[in-house]
């Protein structure tokens, strides 16, 4: 049975209630990630009525200014003192914010000019983004603080992602399903305006009850956590450390690779629906289903990510099933491109799409547990070298490379939408087939350099299970040194 009470107080295996509380909170993130992956480019410019191009250049905008706020939560985040540690009173805080902003941004203002409309959109994502990463980033922090162990903090991650994909792809289906059916005036419920405000009213309320779940339910854990250090940080000693964080070469290399990662991510997320809707013609129904295929995925990957990590170790196993989920995501694409993928009209089309879609997404789902795993194991390899434990400042610096490379990628796919002159307010079937294709042509090459790239700059992330394991000897001899002999003999011992 699962214990809170280790021999080594952070290197301890927590109770299957702690892991529960600690996931559901990603419901919050998996909501808001979705409905900005898979909606928001779609709903302003297909609904609204703003131009594609400027539609992903207002959400890239937002996000990569939204992205520097990131490190800056981190750094006070680490140095937050207060009775209830250091990331719970930031995720209490956002918890209402949140839940209203989130609101805000899928009711638009109807009589407003288009310059005014973008400006509302850049505006209103700055803000729930913000918000959110006020939450996010301090609760990511805790994988990092509740253990030290190699396996678990994979098997806590993995809970993490259930939770935020299962919430996410919830929300997902049943907004097609129920706020966006077709109606009488709407035939195609995707272009439903009113659909998408109820949809942010019920989204927003979810976050805010994730939100204080996961708050409330990881209070008792305060006391296991670490305290922030005993000094007065100026902002010029943040300012160094947040550059300090590019020195360690292992989270170098892994925040690179995110930046293709996350960049082809959104790309993916940000196109699917025009994929769904006009290259595949599927209905709202059918389109709601896929959230079933990627819930399935998501399962699988629970059961998958920390039994794979077990025995196969983090490095390798992500490098390989990067570009795995991506073969089976482009590959009916690319198949029907090559003449050899059905036609719409096949009986089996919704099938095979669904089960690739259940490979793609549940392989991709693995690789960003063990990626988000293998940042939190950087935390003691740069504390063996600095002496400082700063789980705020690595999750929030690849915050900032999600968000930042997200941005990009829903850019890339407004200009990808423009460029193929794909038509406004479009039914299925009637887009014309040269528009189609090269939506086709375009979207597969641009997914194989980003993704293979991320992969390729893993390899130069040398932490393994071995090399984890003595960093967290070293630690413990260095933090016993400094019991024995004073905090001068401790920093001694990590130099």
């Keep these: 049975m699962a214990t809170e009470t280790p021999a080594h107080p ?3 295996r927590l109770s299957l209630p702690t892991r529960l509380f600690y996931g559901f909170g990603s419901v919050a993130f998996g909501v808001k990630d979705n409905g ?5 480019a779609f709903f302003y410019a297909q609904v ?3 131009p594609a191009q400027t ?3 207002a959400i890239m905008l937002a996000l990569i200014l939204d992205a520097f706020i990131d490190p800056l939560v981190g750094q006070l985040s680490d140095n937050t003192r207060s009775k209830w540690g250091r990331r719970h009173p930031w995720m209490y805080a956002a918890a209402i914010p949140v839940a209203l902003s989130y609101i805000l941004i899928w009711n638009p ?5 288009q310059g005014g409309q973008v400006a509302y959109l850049v505006a ?3 803000l729930i983004r913000s918000f959110i990463s006020c939450y996010e980033i301090p609760s990511a922090a805790l994988a990092a603080e509740l253990t030290t162990e190699y396996d678990e903090r994979t098997r806590l991650l993995s809970y993490r992602y259930l939770f935020g994909w299962a919430g996410g792809l919830a929300v997902y289906g049943l907004a097609l399903a129920v706020f966006l059916k077709p109606t009488a005036e709407f035939p195609v419920g995707q272009l439903n305006p009113q659909g998408y405000a109820n949809y942010g009213l019920f989204a927003g309320g979810l976050m805010l009850f994730a939100i204080l779940v996961t708050s409330i339910g990881t209070h008792r854990q305060i006391p296991f956590l670490r305290d922030p250090p005993q000094r007065r940080a100026t902002v010029a000693t943040l300012a160094r450390e947040m550059v300090g964080t590019l020195h360690n070469r292992n989270f170098l290399m892994i925040l690179a690779s995110s930046f293709f990662l996350y960049a082809g991510i959104g790309l993916g997320f940000a196109i699917n629906l025009y994929f ?3 290259y595949w013609e599927f209905g709202a129904g059918e389109i709601a289903l896929f959230a079933l295929s990627s819930l399935t995925a998501a399962i699988l990957a629970f059961i998958a990510a920390p039994r794979l990590a077990k025995r196969f170790d983090k490095r390798p196993t992500a490098i390989l099933l990067i570009p795995a989920g991506l073969a089976f995501q482009i590959g009916p694409i690319a198949l029907r491109l090559l003449g050899a993928f059905p036609a719409n009209d096949s009986p089996i089309i919704f099938g095979v799409i669904f089960v690739t879609n259940i490979l793609s997404v549940g392989l991709g789902i693995v690789a960003n547990i063990l990626f988000s795993s293998m940042i939190a194991d950087v935390v003691e390899d740069a504390e063996l070298k600095t002496g400082r434990r700063q789980e705020g400042l690595f999750f929030a610096a690849i915050a900032f490379a999600n968000k930042s490379t997200t941005g990009l990628g829903i850019f890339a796919a407004g200009l990808i939408i423009g460029a193929i002159h794909f038509p406004t307010g479009a039914k299925p079937g009637s887009v014309p087939v040269d528009v189609i294709r090269g939506l086709g042509l375009v979207y597969v090459p641009t997914q194989i ?4 790239t991320a992969a390729l700059l893993l390899l130069g992330y040398g932490i393994s299970r071995a090399s984890h394991m003595d960093t967290l000897r070293k630690l413990a001899a260095a933090a016993d040194l400094a019991q024995e002999g004073g905090p001068a003999a401790g920093r001694s011992k990590l130099s």
Excluded at 36 to 40: A, D, I, P
Excluded at 109 to 113: C, D, L, Y
């Design 124 to 126: 209103v994502a700055v």
């Design 55 to 57: 539609v992903g250049f």
């Design 10 to 12: 952070t290197a301890r």
């Design 48 to 50: 609204v009525g703003l």
């Design 36 to 40: 900005f992956s898979y909606f928001l």
């Design 109 to 113: 203002p109807t009589g407003w000019s």
């Design 449 to 452: 350099v980003l993704y293979c």
């Design 276 to 278: 769904a809707t006009y």
